[in-house]
């Protein structure tokens, strides 16, 4: 989705409001530069759907579709081996990227 806005940018086309996404030419010109935006996967295994991660600058999320969740900080844990989405002392990030799955779900829902 990222990809049509940074062309957009880099060759001076207008866009308007009408694309999703945005442009990852801040990123390109400073890797260390702030994004608040996060990233979505959205994969189907066996035949199920809405199997989704979401993954910001420190944290990954990811929701099956069963609704088991596996949260992961990458400052601590860049290989993802301790699953810390029960831990109390995260709750709050936990909601804050459920919330990002549920807003992105709704994006893709027709209206």
Do not use: C
């Not at 957009?8 to 890797?31: E, F, V």
């Amino acid at each position: 989705l990222d990809i049509y806005p940074t062309l957009a940018q880099l060759t001076n086309i207008p866009t308007g409001n009408t694309q999703d996404g945005n442009s990852l030419l801040p990123l390109l010109q400073d890797q260390s530069a702030p994004w608040p935006n996060a990233a979505f996967t959205l994969w189907q295994m066996h035949g199920e759907q809405n199997h989704f991660a979401v993954v910001d600058q420190r944290y990954r999320l990811i929701r099956y579709a069963d609704g088991t969740e596996e949260l992961y900080d990458h400052e601590q844990d860049p290989h993802e081996w301790h699953n810390i989405v029960n831990k109390d002392s995260y709750q709050d990030i936990r909601k804050d990227l459920v919330g990002k799955i549920n807003d992105y779900n709704k994006r893709l829902s027709p209206h």
